[in-house]
């Protein structure tokens, strides 16, 4: 790699970094999300002009401080040029006073104050409610993650155009709702913390087991959902569900290395190579949960299935699990999020604690309801039970169900191998 090349990757891996930081900055100032996020790409094309020639700076800071200082004074321009050319802006002056600002001669320094604030303001933004599930989605994944639209376009596998719509038309409601650059008040934060947790993990979803595609994991979304929830748990360290999302997702992708064989088929939880999974996500995923627990107030949902996570990751084998555990904590998990898919997770752990009818008892009850009417693993879970029953002609049936609901090819693969093992000799 020439040193051209190399400054350019430093340049990418600087602002991958930084670029969040740059944009909440950016927007306590204008105001404006889409115009911070403008405001930080043009030192970011700066910076590609400049640092090929004269090197990356290495001044107090380093390259993120040449960055935000580049980036301030574009504000500054900005910030003019409005207060003199564009009288529907003078509201905007006035909010800027109150922020110790003035249109003559802002105060540079005030930009790097509460930065810490200035992120947790940007979160709740990209997750602000007026927004739907995909904007949030792909507006936290740009503005938080730095991920290009191409980038979280082949991430869910749509077009690109349709993510780059998203983005646009999320930022244009921002702007015409006047939503505040703010976090949100005491009485508000619950229900807006639990937004932004839920497209976290949303997002790690996806990475963990792909909805569609060739792939089964995508360790990228994970990855970032993983760097998400670690910057969140640094901001709000007292909040439990933040520490419970964490060490969930931390326990969760300690397995992803076992998840998946040499040609990228999955592998069931059963037939994991435990020696494959990661000790250091494990024993940072025990710390958060830990962290969460030390915490005053009941666990929420994230915190309960983080406890059903750390029982898998302390057990030697799926023999040694502790499933009893495991299915009284979906009970506490149903007791806090009633929803048939936590029962239909409680028959799995049922079936392994008390026997694969007892398990089949409470999938069976799940047939019909409309919420599940298409949810791939409800033939899935009722085709392992029938299975372990020797019902192979029934567990036949239900694999091949499953198989043709999946849009997922791995996974279709996995469900069409297991009917094969169901046919009658």
């Given at each position: 790699?020439?040193?051209?090349e ?5 340049i ?34 700066i ?38 050319y ?12 109150t922020?110790?600002?003035?249109f ?51 991430a869910?596998?749509?077009p ?9 038309r ?13 976090i ?6 619950a ?8 497209i ?47 060490a ?8 992803i ?34 962290r ?33 555990r ?10 806090l ?35 599940l009417?298409g ?20 567990a ?9 609901l ?16 169901c046919?009658?000799?």
């Open positions: 790699m020439d040193d051209y190399a400054t350019r990757s430093a990418e891996a600087v602002w991958r970094i930084e670029s969040p930081r740059l944009i909440a900055g950016l927007a306590r100032i204008t105001g404006d999300v889409g115009a911070a996020e403008e405001l930080a790409q043009d030192a970011l094309v910076a590609l002009e400049q640092w090929p020639a004269r090197g990356v700076p290495d001044g107090p800071g380093g390259p993120g401080a040449w960055l935000m200082a580049t980036a301030k004074h574009r504000a500054i321009d900005l910030v003019r040029r409005r207060a003199r564009d009288q529907k802006l003078q509201e905007v002056g006035r909010d800027m006073e922020q110790a600002l003035t003559g001669e802002p105060d540079v320094d005030k930009m790097d104050d509460h930065i810490g604030d200035d992120l947790l303001r940007l979160i709740f933004i990209a997750c602000h409610p007026v927004l739907s599930a995909e904007a949030r989605t792909a507006l936290t994944l740009r503005l938080i993650g730095g991920l290009t639209t191409y980038e979280i376009a082949r869910f596998l749509v690109e155009p349709t993510i780059a719509q998203r983005i646009v999320a930022k244009r409601t921002l702007a015409d709702k006047k939503v505040p650059f703010e949100p008040a005491p009485g508000e934060l229900g807006r913390v639990d937004s932004v947790l839920e976290i993990y949303l997002i790690f979803n996806e990475g963990y087991s792909a909805t569609s595609g060739e792939d089964w994991i995508r360790p990228e979304l994970c990855a970032e959902a993983l760097r998400l929830g670690r910057l969140l748990a640094g901001l709000m360290p007292r909040q439990i569900e933040v520490h419970g999302l964490v969930l997702m931390e326990l969760q992708a300690s397995r290395g076992a998840r998946t064989g040499r040609d990228g088929e999955p592998i069931l939880l059963a037939d994991q190579d435990r020696l494959r999974w990661d000790r250091l996500l494990i024993r940072r995923g025990l710390a958060a949960l830990e969460a627990e030390q915490l005053d107030g009941p666990p929420g949902r994230y915190a309960v299935q983080a406890e059903i996570a750390a029982c898998h990751a302390r057990a030697t084998s799926v023999q040694n699990t502790d499933w009893e495991i299915a009284a904590l979906y009970v506490v998990l149903a007791h999020t009633p929803s048939p898919v936590v029962e239909l997770n409680r028959a799995v752990a049922v079936g392994m604690a008390y026997g694969p009818e007892a398990g089949l008892e409470i999938a069976d009850d799940l047939v019909g309801r409309p919420a009417a949810y791939v693993q409800l033939p899935a879970v009722r085709g392992h039970l029938l299975a372990e029953l020797g019902r192979r002609a029934e036949h049936a239900e694999f091949t169900r499953a198989a043709a999946t849009s997922n090819a791995r996974e279709r693969a996995l469900f069409l191998t297991r009917a094969a093992e046919e009658e000799p």
